[in-house]
T-cell receptor, first 109, second 115 residues
Framework: RKEVEQDPGPFNVPEGATVAFNCTYSNSASQSFFWYRQDCRKEPKLLMSVYSSGNEDGRFTAQLNRASQYISLLIRDSKLSDSATYLCVVKRQGGKLIFGQGTELSVKP | DAGITQSPRYKITETGRQVTLMCHQTWSHSYMFWYRQDLGHGLRLIYYSAAADITDKGEVSDGYVVSRSKTENFPLTLESATRSQTSVYFC??????????????FGEGSRLTVL
């Protein structure tokens, strides 16, 4: 079993739709959590951190459930420019960051 | 422009040859990482380094060697390249910081093909 698991998709949605991505992690000692975005095999870039209380950044909302070891990302009012692969990332003690395999999103006109 | 740079960006080599991928960062970040990315596997950690002269293995370290004699450089060497090492290699750096600091800054990647 992979340490960080995501549904690879692809998720094909129309513009304006709301889409949610899920991620589970197996190491209960994981310290912190993040979502990264990767466009077309370019380098990944940080989208947002994920806090236990939940956090929003514009149309993006991230949630963490430590008891269930589950992380989510919600995108509201999808734009064409949101098309990308979304990577769930878990930080272990000692600074090591472990990536999920990514969920591909395609937003259509 | 300051940042993190990888070289070469593209490399074709033959089975059995030694290959070194270079990574250089100008931020004096303490942490540096090497990942490989393959279809169906996402990004997998090869090696990482918390500081100069400190390195540690990741998930897929077999067949790879790293060194960190200077903070700014973190070369990755494939001692005897195999076809299964054909991949896109990403170097990244991080300031480390507190527990919620998770921003990795990635290089543009090095695409390696082993024939």
């Amino acid at each position: 079993r992979k340490e960080v698991e995501q549904d690879p998709g692809p998720f094909n949605v129309p513009e304006g739709a709301t889409v949610a991505f899920n991620c589970t992690y197996s190491n209960s000692a994981s310290q912190s959590f993040f979502w990264y975005r990767q466009d077309c095999r370019k380098e990944p870039k940080l989208l947002m951190s994920v806090y236990s209380s939940g956090n929003e950044d514009g149309r993006f909302t991230a949630q963490l459930n430590r008891a269930s070891q589950y992380i989510s990302l919600l995108i509201r009012d999808s734009k064409l420019s949101d098309s990308a692969t979304y990577l769930c990332v878990v930080k272990r003690q000692g600074g090591k960051l472990i990536f999920g395999q990514g969920t591909e999103l395609s937003v259509k006109p | 422009d300051a940042g993190i740079t990888q070289s070469p960006r593209y490399k074709i080599t033959e089975t059995g040859r030694q290959v070194t991928l270079m990574c250089h960062q100008t931020w004096s970040h303490s942490y540096m990482f090497w990942y490989r990315q393959d279809l169906g596997h996402g990004l997998r950690l090869i090696y990482y380094s918390a500081a100069a002269d400190i390195t540690d293995k990741g998930e897929v370290s077999d067949g790879y060697v790293v060194s960190r004699s200077k903070t700014e450089n973190f070369p990755l060497t494939l001692e005897s390249a195999t076809r299964s090492q054909t991949s896109v290699y990403f170097c990244a750096s991080s300031g480390g910081g507190g527990i919620n600091t998770g921003e990795l800054f990635f290089g543009e990647g090095s695409r390696l093909t082993v024939l």
